[in-house]
């Protein structure tokens, strides 16, 4: 059977943007990097383990192609230090190892972040891929399109709509938990194809190479956890990542995460100077209505006009989901969605809800407290504790 993955390029975008950041800032920080599963598969995942041990062993003996490292420096964002670095680059089978633990599976990779980062996304899609290799194939993907094209038809019937101040866009940001490749590939050159005035790109930088179309993506958790583990007050660590950021891509890539510590202690720092700096924030856990009325809040009080700033959605969201949230903001800021598993994984049969997460880094805990309770996310309950404290965060 053809292995999982195809490409190093088919990974998110952020991986790369990330991935370069920490490359020039923070090259010797040693992370630790953890998978779990948070709901209850059909099929214990331990069963997967020789299978996942066999496809780890593949992506560790693949490399960027020229042609690949070529896309990328066609990207003005990705400096041509990075795109050498990437030439050279493969991920190192010592890094990551693979156990059981019941009808779980573990998967952790430790080592330098600049070669174990990566791994997380191809983790996710092999062992999501594989777990769903066990179902009914031509049952899951006709259900699937049927599911796909009721999505079209609920866009074209929204296009009757009343105009709005700023236009609806929405992206994919599936690749991580998708039912496939091949069906992956389907949905994104289909949306393309069909809701051209919608659909705007997709996180996935393989397909956005193959099929022509925008890379979408900035910053995910990772980056900002890593600093509360470097040289800075605990209670700085947002300021100093958010500094590093703009330092780095100079006004490129300016959509700042917000709620690794929440929503309201993101925005007790994000002031004035990052407002004006960063071209807007991205929802990610807690209720996205009132994450978006604070945000507005927030830039009124800076006496910025939010008409100017995006609010981009990604939080397990649904077209419906989406197209509410629209209706909501659509007069008063720029909006955007990104939509993952409700695109690449919607065959009527449960998804998986998996992650894998930076859990330590430079030997110390860091952790993502997440305005949504389940979504956070640390080994350690006295440093999260800590966190809190000093966040005053007490979801």
């Avoid at 059977?1 to 923070?26: C, G, I, N």
């Avoid at 780095?248 to 990052?274: I, P, S």
Wanted: with cysteine; aromatic share 12%; hydrophobic share 40%.
């Amino acid at each position: 059977m053809k292995p999982v993955v195809r490409s190093l390029l088919e990974t998110d975008l952020y991986k790369f943007t990330m991935w370069q950041a920490f490359l020039h800032m923070h090259p010797n920080a040693i992370g630790e990097y953890e998978f779990k599963c948070r709901n209850t598969p059909a099929y214990p995942l331990a069963e997967l383990k020789d299978e996942v041990e066999r496809e780890l062993d593949h992506l560790c003996e693949m490399m960027f192609t020229e042609d690949e490292v070529d896309y990328l420096r066609s990207l003005r964002f990705i400096k041509s230090d990075f795109a050498d670095f990437l030439t050279l680059f493969r991920f190192q089978r010592k890094f990551i190892h693979v156990d059981t633990d019941g009808p779980h599976l573990r998967i952790r990779a430790t080592g330098p972040i600049v070669h174990v980062m990566g791994f997380e996304i191809f983790v996710l899609y092999i062992v999501n891929e594989l777990h769903f290799r066990r179902f009914d194939q031509q049952a899951a993907i006709a259900e699937a399109r049927v599911r796909l094209q009721r999505k079209i038809d609920e866009l074209r019937a929204f296009e009757q709509e009343p105009t709005r101040l700023n236009p609806f866009e929405f992206f994919d940001f599936g690749v991580r938990r998708r039912f496939s490749g091949e069906w992956h590939e389907e949905v994104v050159a289909t949306l393309g194809r069909e809701l051209p005035q919608f659909f705007r790109g997709t996180s996935n930088v393989y397909l956005a190479k193959k099929l022509r179309m925008v890379p979408i993506g900035t910053m995910a958790h990772e980056y900002m956890q890593a600093f509360q583990s470097f040289d800075v007050r605990l209670r700085d660590f947002q300021k100093k990542a958010l500094e590093d950021w703009v330092q780095e891509y100079r006004g490129d890539l300016g959509t700042a995460l917000t709620d690794v510590v929440g929503m309201d202690a993101f925005l007790r720092d994000f002031d004035l100077y990052f407002a004006k700096l960063f071209d807007g924030l991205r929802h990610d856990s807690g209720d996205p209505v009132e994450w978006g009325e604070k945000a507005i809040v927030h830039y009124a009080k800076l006496r910025i006009d939010a008409r100017t700033k995006r609010l981009v959605f990604s939080d397990a969201l649904t077209v419906p989901k989406a197209l509410s949230l629209y209706r909501h903001f659509a007069d008063r800021v720029m909006t955007g969605f990104g939509i993952g598993t409700q695109l690449t994984n919607d065959t009527g049969n449960e998804a998986l809800n998996i992650v894998m997460k930076l859990t330590r880094c430079n030997g110390q805990a860091v952790a993502k407290l997440s305005d949504s309770p389940g979504k956070g996310f640390s080994t350690d309950e006295t440093f999260i504790a800590y966190l809190r404290q000093v966040f005053d965060q007490h979801i």
